[in-house]
């Protein structure tokens, strides 16, 4: 099993007063190495959270996370770091692009974190971003690009380090529809080469279109 989720439980200490806000109950996931799902719920459900605690982002208060079997849920951020960067890649909302950098320098900075040769560097970005044929966005400025442009740009960063899996948190939620249609189907085919495919979302088409839908209301999976 590539994820396994045992009695995950979220409790944060809230700002204003102290009081703790639970935002994940006793979650129990499996996710088998190639699916492609759907978390689902309403706002402040706990989708997010869940998809954070799955990608290394952060650490449940409780319980168990096994990924490819090993039990990550107690380890040191900086090891939560690394498995971060080897194994999942990242796509959000509003893109989370460096606005004033172009696309091939976008693309790049997982790289940069990897260690990787400078003299590496572009020739490996270029690459990623002609597989998704946007090769000719790389000299442009990301602050000047299209919504579809920058989430395609920003999913060719989330695949440089070649993840075997892909945490996309509402990542149509700022396009319009032909652009979301697009991007859906990006998904899709990287999903038929293999990669597990995670994706947060409200909207059903996306949802509908994925292996299995996991609902997720007060923390808890439904």
Same mark, same amino acid.
């Given at each position: 099993?590539?994820?396994?989720?045992?009695?995950?439980?979220?409790?944060?200490?809230?700002?204003?007063?102290?009081?703790?806000?639970?935002?994940?109950?006793?979650?129990?996931?499996?996710?088998?190495?190639?699916?492609?799902?759907?978390?689902?719920?309403?706002?402040?459900?706990?989708?997010?959270?869940?998809?954070?605690?799955?990608?290394?982002?952060?650490?449940?208060?409780?319980?168990?996370?096994?990924?490819?079997?090993?039990?990550?849920?107690?380890? #040191?951020?900086?090891?939560? #770091?690394?498995?971060?960067?080897?194994?999942? &890649?990242?796509?959000?909302?509003?893109?989370?692009?460096?606005?004033?950098?172009?696309?091939?320098?976008?693309? &790049?900075?997982?790289?940069?974190?990897?260690?990787?040769?400078?003299? $590496?560097?572009?020739?490996?970005?270029?690459? $990623?971003?002609?597989?998704?044929?946007?090769?000719?966005?790389?000299? $442009?400025?990301?602050?000047?690009?299209?919504?579809?442009?920058?989430?395609?740009?920003?999913?060719?960063?989330?695949?440089?380090? $070649?993840?075997?899996?892909?945490?996309?948190?509402?990542?149509?939620?700022?396009?319009? #529809?032909?652009?979301?249609?697009?991007?859906?189907?990006?998904?899709?085919?990287?999903?038929?080469?293999?990669?597990?495919?995670?994706?947060?979302?409200?909207?059903?088409?996306?949802?509908?279109?994925?292996?299995?839908?996991?609902?997720?209301?007060?923390?808890?999976?439904?």
């Amino acid at each position: 099993m590539l994820i396994e989720l045992i009695g995950i439980e979220k409790t944060y200490i809230t700002r204003r007063d102290g009081v703790p806000l639970k935002a994940l109950n006793g979650i129990n996931l499996t996710i088998k190495k190639g699916e492609m799902v759907a978390i689902k719920g309403s706002s402040g459900a706990g989708k997010s959270t869940l998809l954070h605690i799955i990608g290394c982002l952060d650490k449940p208060t409780s319980g168990i996370y096994k990924l490819d079997g090993a039990d990550v849920s107690k380890e #040191s951020s900086a090891k939560l #770091s690394k498995i971060r960067n080897k194994k999942f &890649g990242f796509v959000m909302q509003h893109f989370a692009l460096v606005e004033e950098d172009n696309a091939l320098q976008n693309v &790049g900075i997982p790289l940069l974190f990897a260690k990787t040769p400078i003299s $590496q560097i572009d020739t490996l970005a270029m690459e $990623q971003l002609r597989q998704l044929s946007i090769e000719n966005l790389a000299k $442009q400025r990301v602050s000047k690009l299209s919504g579809g442009e920058k989430q395609r740009v920003a999913i060719a960063r989330a695949l440089i380090n $070649q993840p075997e899996v892909i945490l996309a948190d509402e990542p149509t939620g700022a396009l319009d #529809s032909e652009n979301s249609t697009m991007i859906l189907k990006i998904f899709k085919a990287l999903n038929a080469q293999g990669k597990t495919i995670i994706i947060v979302t409200h909207e059903d088409f996306v949802a509908n279109a994925c292996d299995r839908i996991i609902t997720i209301s007060d923390g808890r999976i439904k």
